[in-house]
């Protein structure tokens, strides 16, 4: 299309232009003495230019051409020259006459040019539109990707972990090869699927596994996707993507971060976004509006199931909510099985060791603990991945990196010695304190020391005196510098503000608190997404609100008392974990136990009184 338009172009401009003459150029005087003369034998008249020829030639002033060449240009002059033909028939002079050209370089200048101008400026506006996946024609269209079979798809044996979520999606995977079986007792397809759990828990894994096991098409789009500056776009893709799910039914749509466009409407300080909200209806029609979707099953994710839109969950449109949750114990181990299969392992790595102390990490996180495993070995030209390297690759998850050049002074050491030997002391003696694992002085990120404790497994519930003694726990830090230096640093900012917040939590929304009982004052903190001191609403008067404080405050002052006091008890334990602080930096939790004279078995005392019995 662009190459025709040139040559059109080209012959459009060069026509007029091809005709130009040539010849001397003379002054109109001396055309009219040739003339006089009778030397002219013809002429052609364009206008107001005269192309001729003489009769013998004369010494005109050729440029750029032979001094007696008899072709000659002038021009009439503008005020007209009226005997001009008279003397041409009288001195029997032929005469032709052509058309005035209507084009020059100055006219293409003024008329043509900007004409150009707006077409490279068009051409230049698709491209990079082009360049971005726009395009201005198919702005409406679906950006839904359909899965392609490959060697490397993911099916469910590929996914550790999470089995209710997996047998959820292996029946519909079922019902979609044979829904025979299920039909004959009337039994119908869900319409969708909601996939909700904390970022990294592996939903989008599980959406890829479905796509590897079913035999039907898979679209795959995330919610941003049809989000655009033009009101309308959304729904228009909505509609066309379910569409061409239709055509090809039975199949899945799959939509990744489904909150960006499911939003709860009307919400916020400034209202509503007409964009989403029109969006949000046009796909609440395709799923169960008037129009029914037949044969199409819409799987979705998110980790804010709480601002989603109700009608958005209703029964019709997400049948089936599927909470993925933070793996357990166990299932760490099978997720660090699976990631650790193109991984050399050294014989010192037990994998149910490595899950037992990374409590709370997604799958997500530890695919990556053993990623940054392998750097680190490979970093130290390791031919396998040693425990040392994911001990390493942990602490560096956790707490950062080392700042090695940092510069401390003895007594500043000596002083995150003793906090830190505050910390570890306590949840060594403390009975239901997390087993101490590790106590460091290298600094890390922004802590200066690390108390690093390990669950035995996995809790979901948690007693109040578990509460009292890690509130213990992270008051031994202040206590400990309190006792030995008879002063407060800052390095207890951070200690002091998790215990804070787990003191208020204990009193507000545990009914861990003597004085306000078994009743839950958090109030209501479903904020949408705007404005969320302003939505939040407080349910109690201002008296509870100062027994709150006063609640708060005694918990945490009988937790610093309780920390004193044991650390003035064992004052020499004390003395000696900072002494081995000092000299190595870095102690084990075992280590730990033999300066107390606890003995102890992977971080904790045997038996358990032992530990009763020092308090």
Known sequence: MWLALGILLLAWVW?????????ARISYTEFRQQLERGNVQEVVISGEEIVGELETPANLPAQGRAADDRRFVTYVPSIGDEQLMADLRAQNVEVHTEPERGMSWLFLLLNVLPFLLLIWLGFLLM?????????????????AKTYQPSAERTVFSDVAGSAGAKGELEEVVEFLRSPQRFQKLGGEIPRGILLVGPPGTGKTLLARAVAGEANVPFYSITGSDFMEMLVGVGASRVRDLFRE?????????????????????????????DEREQTLNQLLSEMDG?????????????NRPDILDPALLRPGRFDRQVVVDLPTMADRA???AIHARNKPMA???????VARSTPGFSGAALKNLLNEAALLAARGHKDMIARRDIDDARDKILMGLERENLALTDEEIRMLAYHEGGHALLAAILPEADPLHKVTIVPR?????VTEQLPERDKYVYSRAYMLDRLAVMMGGRAAEDLVFDQSTSGA???LKQATRLARKMVMDWGMSERLGHMAVSGNTEHVFLGEDLGHTREYSEATAREIDTEVKVILEQAYDRALRLLDQHRVGLDAIADALVESEVISGTKVFELLGLGGNGGRPEPREAARRLQ
């Open 493 to 495: 900012e951070n200690d």
């Open 334 to 336: 099978k997720i660090l």
């Open 347 to 353: 014989p010192d790595v037990e994998l149910e060791e």
């Open 245 to 273: 799910a239709k055509q090809n039914a039975p199949g899945i749509i799959f939509i990744d971060e489904l909150d960006s466009i499911g939003r709860r409407r009307g919400a916020g300080l400034g209202g509503g976004h």
């Open 15 to 23: 026509g007029p232009l091809s005709g130009a003459r040539e010849g």
């Open 290 to 302: 008037f129009d029914t979707t037949h044969g199409v099953l819409v799987m979705a994710a998110t």
């Open 127 to 143: 491209s990079r539109m082009r360049s971005q996946g726009q395009n201005v024609f198919s702005m409406g269209k679906s950006r």
């Open 445 to 449: 990120g922004r802590a200066m020391g």
